[in-house]
């Protein structure tokens, strides 16, 4: 299994936004569900997004209503949209398939300031 790669992370300010992009190659990935995770320093990766491989989205209570996750099966690609993000934000961003896997990437940091 190859390992996805995100990208679009960086350093935006409380109430801004971002969009995180992750290419997850792999044969299987239209008919698999998929996930964005996160780890803060010192934190336990959490889960923050879900989509079915029908599109159906789930979110973790924290960013319900901020953050929407989308897919494009024939790019082989999974976003994350983040509004009105806030410090507690701040994380490594990783995705995965839902359950995860597949070895982890690389991650994208997303830092917010105060």
């Known amino acids: 299994q190859v390992q996805p790669v995100e990208s679009g992370g960086g350093l935006v300010q409380t109430g801004g936004s971002l969009r995180l992009s992750c290419v997850a190659s792999?044969?299987?990935?239209?008919?698999?569900?998929m996930a964005w995770f996160r780890q803060a320093p010192g934190k336990e990766r959490e889960f923050v997004a879900a989509?079915?491989?029908?599109?159906?989205?789930k979110y973790a209570s924290s960013v319900k209503g901020r953050f929407t996750i989308s897919r494009d099966n024939a790019k082989n690609m999974v976003y994350l949209q983040m509004n009105s993000l806030k410090p507690e934000d701040t994380a490594v961003y990783y995705c995965?398939?839902?359950?995860?896997?597949?070895?982890w990437g690389q991650g994208t940091q997303v830092t917010v300031s105060s």
């Open positions: 995965n398939t839902n359950p995860p896997t597949r070895p």
């Open positions: 792999g044969r299987t990935f239209s008919s698999s569900d």
């Open positions: 989509i079915t491989w029908i599109h159906t989205p």
